[in-house]
């Protein structure tokens, strides 16, 4: 679907650096699926998928059991 992607781009004269291109599929790969899904299921889908797709989620998601250590520090400071 990619190659597909990127044909379509170049049909369209839009350029896609080779750089970023290959550094961005996952990102890409994940666009393409939100895109589909707002069509075909809406936007709420599309954003759920978006959000639990997106790095930076995951990441202070992964940081919520850590609130009561991080709380207790709070305060302590002065």
């Known amino acids: 679907m990619l190659g597909d992607f990127k044909e379509f781009l170049t ?3 839009v350029r ?3 750089g970023y291109w ?3 599929q996952d990102y890409l790969r ?3 699926k939100v895109e589909l899904l707002n069509l075909v299921s809406g936007l709420s889908t599309g954003e759920e998928v978006e959000t639990k797709g997106d790095p930076q ?3 202070a998601a992964s940081l919520f059991s850590q609130i009561p250590r991080i709380l207790k520090g709070v305060g302590k400071e002065r």
């Open 11 to 13: 049909q369209e004269r």
């Open 57 to 59: 989620v995951q990441k």
């Open 30 to 32: 994940l666009r393409i």
């Open 16 to 18: 896609t650096p080779e």
């Open 22 to 24: 290959d550094k961005d």
